[in-house]
Each structure stands twice: as structure tokens, then as C-alpha cells.
């Protein structure tokens, strides 16, 4: 076990390498650079800030020093917020869109799975034709079309919560609802079908035919296996919390990092988008590594070595 | 939807990132990576504007005319008793990306540094020069040398505001090292040229810089007297001395690490920084040095919101009090009885237009100016006005907008399809075709709906009026610019907004000295222009520009479509806003004078 931890915290200096490399050569191969303005810039002004960014050396030497900085934690500069670093705009947000992600994914969790499995214990019943139903409307709903339904009736009709910002847990609701209604449904959907297979399996029916009681055999009989598949698609759910916090942080105004994403592209700010895709690459490595393990303490039948 | 092309960038990103990681045990379930989806609106990008209002008209180009709305121009002016509380609530499309006033350039940002500086020149409620931190000044006679007399005022530090300032500030303005993209707007001061065009290939030594700086006609002879030395008379020059980057800086603070932060802010204008939470919002309050009366307002707060639906939503939530109208919404809003009260019309100094390319010889639209007068005739901009920006502009023939003087309402070509189809079969015997399935044209644009909206209703204008087929290539934005730089399309669609309100802003900044990307040279309109910048009295200079104007339709390097403008919505409890074309947002410019009603 060990060492095969060992061995897939080392896979991830690969994947890394590469993520940098290919993200490296596909920005700097968009036509267009950092400089480009409707009004266009005085050559020796581009000239200059080229030669204050190193971006008239060969794209090699530039990579070189990239990662020469990274290794050291240097993030390097922003081409559009001249006087801050990547690093001071990532330390600003980060904590705010790992709150919003961690806040949205307990939501999926605990909202989630008790609506899979009431729907399950009572197939075919009114609480599962409800539970169905969120689940469907919930997956076809893009997050933009749920966020702006969301300000709409919560902030604009009934004044109830603000339309923007993340001052304080008022405003923490809406985005969190919002970024969390995919992965509820998603999670709904296949605590539920998990749940109707075990139900179906023989132990459960020994169980029952020792005289226990649903909730026992439902709590310790069904729940741990019925849940192995639901958390191999948590992997997945955390990679679209992740991503999809940019669109989410950009309705709500939410001061994350996700929108630096959107916008270090569209300005060519390439320290911004390295760091960026950098950060989202080790995020989402070592996400898929916790859920591995995961699997491992929640099913023995799965064994690493 | 100036956003889906990085979505699909970002999105290739992403999977790289997910698809590269090992998995021990397959998954049993098949669980979805979702990709993300396209940002629901335009963005808001606050950048000096790339397009006039970036958002999306709802109506179809080609559709029934549409009623432009009908809103007032100016606001208010009523005044009632005062709210307890004086804040006025705006949004900022967008992170400043600096408050270092030499490096700003994005409205945003000018917003915020017309509250917190004062140049030497400022404006009154039209647009005139008046007296800012200069009490007064004098021109010499041949108009090579102005020296402004300092008045008695501080920074908000308590420190004076000393001449000295003002020479440091300039000349930071005109260092290469700082490469400050407004740069060029000294290029008229003495020894600013040798700097402005450095070789550059070969980057000077810092000694080599310094000495050339200290060439540069800046000086201060005393505490209270600054001088600038002109290399050319330049008539405009006083409106170039209004602007945010000739603001005097402290070079102790500007040099300090984190000098643009709040609580380090040394600010010359009416208001200071008070707190500055990057990405998010942003506060200012009253200076308590500033030398003018002081403002009514207690604190104005900005609140980052990026997506110009969430700042309609806002205010329709009443937590702002302006918000520019996206202009899918315009319609809806008109006809909303309640909301079309608080309405306000504005007019923004700047121009949409579509420029030839004319670098080739060889081209069409170089070796025919009928051609080109044949496409600008067949253009009915009064229907793409009302249809494509819903009444949000107003139909331009020439550059110099409406506020300006110099401006000319009736100068321009006509929309005339007859007239138009004439001067094509003279464009086409011009350029040695026959018929006009000879012409290939391809029109480029930077990708918004706006933009696509705009284009289509172009291509149908010339496939009904003139029979001709043109192509249209959309480029993401950054692509584009660069494209329409180094290898433009036969026709490119382009944007100016002003800098500082003087015709020769509209006039020689964009079209002279063959500066522009169509490849444009007139030795005519170069020298009515530099004719144009010896002559201080106006009732003599306005006519050059305006010669020179008319000149430029003539020749038609470009088809000019109209000025922007656009529908604001403004709290009733707004008062005393003083609304000028230089606006980013309503009133930006004497935010001292604003007061919050009761409510």
C-alpha cells in the first residue's frame, strides 16, 4: 500500500511536466500576444515590456525559467496587473474558491445521498418520483441558467439574499446552491440506482431473514456498499466543482481565482494561465489519488499493491 | 459571448490535466467530467472599450425597424433633502489593473483615478479647459513654452503638491523602463520624441536613458512654477494636461513597495482610497486636504462585477445605484413604466468604423476610392443604429463626435444605393475588373455578438444595394488585433474612443502620419494638422480640423458607422450629477459634486 502511494505521488511530477509543457506551447502558439490593444501600442513600448518580461528570448529559455521559478514557488508576474504578482493574486483567492468548492461539495455529499437512498427504500413511491425528479432537473441545468434563477427570484423578487459579492454567509448561499446542483443530482441519481441493486443482493435478503430491522440492515448492511460506486464519481464531481466555479464566481461576483482563468487567457497573461493550470493539474492529481484510496478503505475487495 | 473562445481553451486545458492522471481501479460507475459550459452574457470587459457596449442585441439585423428607446439625455437636476447616509454604490466591470496613475489605462481604472488625482488642467461641465492644480497659466507667443503657476494644495499626506511633482511625473511617464502605454500622449514635449523612439533593438543602458531624460523639457524653477517646452506648437496641448497620467506623484510614495494600496495612497484629487480588497470592491472617501470645496459624498463604494447581467441584477436589487443597461435589455427596460423613469441616454466620445485596407498597391480598395465610396454609400446606418444597437448610438458621417468642437453633423457620405451602385461600376473599371462577381472581400472582426450582428447586417447591406458577395472572418479578440496589425483584412472592423476631448484626438492621433493600420497617408491631412497645432485661436484652428475632416471622408479610408453612446440606469436619489462624454460611468468626472437624496 504504501509503496504504491509512493509511486502515485511520484506519477504526478510526470503528468505535471507534461500538463505545463503542452499548456506552454498551446498558449504561446494562439496568435496574439499580451500587448495586443484595440489602440495599438508604440513599438518601442511593446519592445520595452517585452524585454521586461523575457518574452523576446526563445520560447525554450522562457519555459526554462518558468519552471526555474516555480521550483522555487515563484509564480511570476502578471502582464495586466503590472504591480502585483501571480502570486499575490492567487493568495487572494484562493481560500475563497476552495471555500465555495468544499462548502458545495458537502452540500452534494449531504443533500445528496439521503435523497438517493429515500428514493430507493421507497421505489416507485411519491418520494422517489420528487427525487427523480430534482435529479433530472438538476442534471439538465446548466449553472448559469440555475445561478441566474437563483438571483433572480432569491435577490431581485423577494430581496431575501445579494445578487453578488461574499460578504458573509448571506452571500455564501446562492453560489453555493448553484455550483452544488449538478453534483446533488448526480449523487441522488447514483445513490439511488446503488441502493436498488443491493437491495436486491443476498445478504441483504439474510439479513431480513434474521429478523433485523430495515434501519439496521439499510445502516450497516446496505449503506458502505451501496456507496462504493457513488464515490467512484466523486472524482469526476470534484473536477466540475473546480471548473465549475469560474462560471459560477463570474455571475455571483464571487472575488475566487476561477475567473483569472477566463480572464489571463483572453490577456494573453501567460504567467496567470500557467499558474493557473498548473494549480487546477495538482488539484485535480491529487483529488483523483484521494478517491482512489478511498475506494480502497470503503470496498476490501480492492487491493493496491 | 467574448468569453468562448478561452472556454474552449480552458477546457482543453482541463482535460489534459484530468486525462493524464493514472487510475488504479477503474470505475464502476460512469461518472461525467463535465466540460464547462459558455458564460451566459457578454463579458463586461471595462477595458478602454473595444466595442461600443459589449453585449448582445436580442433582434435580428435584417428584422423590422425597431423604435429606438426614448430617454432623457440629461439627468436630473431637482435636489432634495440629503439622505442620511452619502454613499453612492457603483459597479467596476472588472478589477483596476493598477491605481498607478502612470501605468493605468483601462476606464476602470480612470474612473477611480479621476476621484483620487488632479492634473494641472481639469474641465468644466462642457468640456472646457479651467484651472486644476495649475491656478493659472501662459503660453509663450511662437506656443513652444507653457508655464503653469502652481496653486497652494496638498496630497492627501499633508505634504504640499510642489512642482517638482510634476517634472518627476512626467518624466516616469516618458521613461522606457516604465513602459507606460500613454506614453505617447508627451510626444509633443520637447526631447519626448528621442525617447519615444528609441531603437528598439537595441536597448539603451540606464545612463544612456537618464540623459535623455534629462533633456526632456520639464522644469521647475521654483515650488510653484512649472514649465514645459513644446518641440512643435501644439495647440491641444492644454487638453493633453488634463489627463490622469499627467497627475503630479510623490516620487517617495510612488517608489514605496505597495504605494497603490489603500492606506498607502498619497492622492491629489478630491477623494482618497480608503480600502481596496483586490477582485472584490474598493472605497473611497473624502480627501480631507483637498484644496476645492469638499465633497458632499461620505464614501463612494465600487463593487467588482464582472458580468453586466449581475450588475443589472444588482441594481435591480437596489444594492447599486448605476448600472449601464446590457443591450439585449434595452427594450425590455423601455417599456418597463417604472424603470424607464430612471433612464438616462448617454453619449460617449468615440467612433465604430470599418477601415480599407490600403497598405497594398495592388489592392481593390487602394487603387479605387469609388470602391471604397461605393461601400460606404450602400451602408443605411440609421437601421443599424436603431436595430443592431437599438437607438444606443448615434449615426456618424465623420469622426470628430457630437460635444467636440469641430464636429460636423452634416459632413459625411450619404446612405444612397443608387449613387453607390454608380461609383461601384467606376470602381470596378478603376481597379481593372469587369463585374462585380470579380470582387473578393473579406471583412474581419473581433468575435462578439455585437460584432457578428454588425457584420451580417454589412454583408446584407452590400449583397442587396451594390450585388456583392463579402466574406467575414470573426477572430478572437487578441488574435485579431494582431492580425488587423500585421496582415489586415481587405476591410477590418476598428473603434476609437477618445484620450482627451480635442479634435485632433479623433483626427491626427488616429489617421496621421500613416500610423494607421489601413495603411492611410495624405501629405494634406499631415500638414492641415501640424497647420492645425500652431494656431491657439480657435475661431482659426477648428476650420483646419474641419478642412482636414471633410478631406477624410473624401478620401474614405474607412466607413464610419456611428458614435457610441448608451442607456444608464440611475437611482432617483442620485442628485446633482454633471454627465460629460469622457464618461465611463454618468457623472464620473465631478463625483464631488453628487449627493445622495433621501429615500
Known amino acids: ?86 502570486n499575490d493574486i492567487v493568495a487572494d483567492g484562493i481560500g475563497t474558491t476552495a471555500q465555495l468548492g468544499v462548502m458545495a461539495f458537502l452540500l452534494a455529499v449531504l443533500l445528496g445521498i439521503p435523497l438517493g437512498m429515500i428514493a430507493a427504500l421507497r421505489q416507485n413511491g411519491l418520494p422517489d418520483y420528487a427525487a427523480t425528479l430534482i435529479s433530472i432537473v438538476g442534471i439538465a441545468t446548466p449553472s448559469f441558467v440555475l445561478s441566474i434563477l437563483l438571483v433572480v427570484v432569491f435577490s431581485v423578487t423577494l430581496r431575501l439574499l445579494p ?61 458502505r456498499n451501496a456507496l462504493i460506486p457513488v464515490v467512484t464519481i466523486l472524482g469526476p464531481l470534484l473536477a466540475y466543482l473546480v471548473t465549475g466555479s469560474f462560471i459560477v464566481e463570474l455571475i455571483f461576483s464571487v472575488p475566487g481565482i476561477g475567473r483569472f482563468y477566463v480572464d489571463g487567457i483572453e490577456e494573453r497573461d501567460y504567467g496567470l494561465i500557467m499558474a493557473m493550470t498548473m494549480l487546477y493539474a495538482v488539484i485535480i492529481a491529487v483529488l483523483n489519488l484521494v478517491v482512489d484510496l478511498l475506494y480502497a478503505y470503503i470496498d476490501p475487495q480492492i487491493r493496491y499493491s | 459571448m467574448r468569453h468562448h473562445r478561452s472556454w474552449t481553451v480552458m477546457a482543453a486545458l482541463l482535460l489534459v490535466a484530468t486525462a493524464c492522471g493514472p487510475t488504479a481501479a477503474p470505475p464502476t460507475g460512469g461518472g461525467r467530467t463535465a466540460a464547462p459550459t459558455g458564460a451566459p452574457t457578454g463579458g463586461a470587459s471595462g477595458e478602454v472599450p473595444t466595442d461600443g457596449a459589449s453585449g448582445a442585441p436580442s433582434g435580428e439585423p435584417s428584422g423590422p425597424p425597431v423604435t429606438a428607446c426614448e430617454a432623457p439625455t440629461e439627468p436630473q437636476t431637482a435636489e432634495g433633502p440629503l439622505a442620511g447616509e452619502q454613499t453612492l454604490r457603483l459597479s467596476l466591470g472588472g478589477e483596476p489593473e493598477t491605481l498607478d496613475p502612470t501605468l493605468a489605462f483601462s476606464l476602470r481604472s480612470v474612473e477611480i483615478l479621476r476621484q483620487l488625482t488632479r492634473p494641472l488642467v481639469y474641465f468644466d461641465e462642457e468640456l472646457n479647459t479651467v484651472p486644476g492644480l495649475a491656478e493659472d497659466w501662459e ?115 510612488i517608489e514605496s513597495e505597495g504605494a497603490t494600496e489603500a492606506g498607502n495612497y498619497v492622492s491629489s484629487g478630491p477623494f482618497q482610497l480608503e480600502t481596496w480588497e483586490h477582485n472584490a470592491s474598493l472605497s473611497l472617501g473624502p480627501n480631507p486636504e483637498w484644496y476645492g470645496e469638499p465633497p458632499k459624498l461620505e464614501r463612494i463604494e465600487f463593487t467588482v462585477i464582472e458580468d453586466e447581467q449581475a450588475a443589472l441584477n444588482a441594481y435591480l436589487a437596489d444594492e447599486i445605484d448605476m448600472v449601464g443597461v446590457p443591450s439585449t435589455d434595452i427594450a425590455r427596460i423601455c417599456a418597463d413604466p417604472a424603470l424607464q423613469t430612471e433612464m438616462l441616454s448617454t453619449a460617449t466620445a468615440g467612433f465604430e468604423y470599418y477601415g480599407f485596407n490600403l497598405n497594398d498597391p495592388e489592392g481593390v480598395f487602394a487603387k479605387s476610392p469609388s470602391l471604397r465610396h461605393a461601400f460606404t454609400m450602400a451602408v443605411d446606418k440609421k437601421t443599424l443604429v436603431d436595430t443592431v444597437r437599438q437607438g444606443a448610438a448615434t449615426v456618424a458621417g465623420s469622426a470628430v463626435p457630437p460635444g467636440i468642437p469641430g464636429h460636423q453633423a452634416d459632413v459625411g457620405l450619404p446612405f444612397d444605393p443608387e449613387g453607390a451602385r454608380q461609383k461601384l461600376q467606376e470602381g470596378l473599371t478603376e481597379a481593372g475588373l469587369t463585374d462585380a462577381s470579380e470582387l473578393q472581400v473579406t471583412v474581419g472582426y473581433n468575435e462578439s455578438t455585437l460584432h457578428e450582428q454588425t457584420v451580417a447586417f454589412l454583408q446584407e447591406q452590400w449583397r442587396t444595394n451594390l450585388g456583392v458577395e463579402v466574406q467575414s472572418e470573426g477572430l478572437e479578440e487578441n488574435s485579431y488585433y494582431d492580425r488587423r496589425a500585421n496582415d489586415p483584412f481587405d476591410i477590418n472592423r476598428a473603434s476609437w474612443t477618445q484620450d482627451y ?87 464620473m468626472m465631478f463625483f464631488d459634486r453628487v449627493s445622495i437624496g433621501e429615500h
Open chain 2, 139 to 253: 503660453v509663450n507667443e511662437d506656443g513652444t513654452q507653457i508655464t503653469f503657476d502652481l496653486r497652494d494644495a496638498n496630497y492627501s499626506n499633508g505634504d504640499p503638491i510642489v512642482a517638482g511633482d510634476f517634472v518627476y511625473s512626467w518624466k516616469r511617464l516618458l521613461d522606457p523602463r516604465e513602459a507606460a502605454e500613454y506614453a505617447y500622449v508627451m510626444s509633443d514635449v520637447a526631447g519626448a520624441s528621442a525617447l519615444l523612439e528609441l531603437d528598439t533593438d537595441a536597448l539603451p543602458e540606464d545612463a544612456a536613458i537618464d540623459a535623455l531624460l534629462d533633456e526632456v523639457g520639464v522644469s521647475a524653477p521654483d515650488e510653484d512654477t512649472f514649465v514645459v517646452e513644446l518641440a512643435q506648437p501644439a495647440s491641444y496641448f492644454l487638453s493633453v494636461a488634463t489627463l490622469w497620467v499627467t497627475a503630479p506623484l510623490q516620487q517617495e510614495w
Open chain 1, 163 to 223: 445578487t453578488h459579492g461574499w460578504d458573509g454567509p448571506s452571500a455564501w448561499v446562492l453560489p453555493t446552491v448553484a455550483l452544488a446542483g449538478y453534483p446533488i443530482a448526480q449523487i441522488a441519481r447514483y445513490t439511488r440506482a446503488s441502493m436498488l441493486e443491493v437491495t436486491r443482493k443476498d445478504y441483504v435478503r439474510t439479513a431480513y431473514s434474521k429478523g433485523l430491522r430495515e434501519r439496521a440492515v439499510v445502516t450497516v448492511h446496505m449503506t
Open chain 1, 1 to 86: 500500500m504504501t509503496g504504491y502511494l509512493i509511486r502515485r505521488v511520484l506519477w504526478i511530477v510526470p503528468v505535471l511536466f507534461a500538463v505545463s509543457l503542452i499548456t506552454f506551447l498551446l498558449m504561446h502558439s494562439v496568435p496574439g500576444g499580451p500587448w495586443d490593444r484595440e489602440k495599438p501600442l508604440p513599438a518601442s513600448v511593446v519592445q520595452r515590456l517585452n524585454a521586461e518580461y523575457g518574452l523576446d528570448d526563445p520560447l525554450p529559455v522562457q519555459y526554462v525559467r518558468w519552471a526555474g521559478a516555480l521550483l522555487t514557488g515563484d509564480l511570476g508576474p502578471s502582464y495586466r496587473f503590472r504591480d502585483r504578482s501571480v
Open chain 2, 501 to 587: 476631448p480635442h479634435a485632433n484626438n479623433f483626427l491626427g492621433d488616429v489617421f496621421g502620419e500613416g500610423s494607421h493600420f489601413t495603411g492611410y497617408t495624405s501629405e494634406e491631412f499631415d500638414s492641415l494638422m501640424s497647420q492645425a497645432a500652431t494656431e491657439a485661436d480657435p475661431e482659426a484652428q477648428i476650420p483646419l480640423y474641419q478642412q482636414a475632416q471633410e478631406l477624410l471622408v473624401e478620401d474614405a479610408p474607412v466607413i464610419f458607422l456611428y458614435w457610441y453612446g448608451g442607456y444608464t440606469l440611475i437611482k432617483p436619489h442620485v442628485q446633482g450629477l454633471v454627465v460629460t462624454t469622457t464618461d465611463e460611468d454618468p457623472g
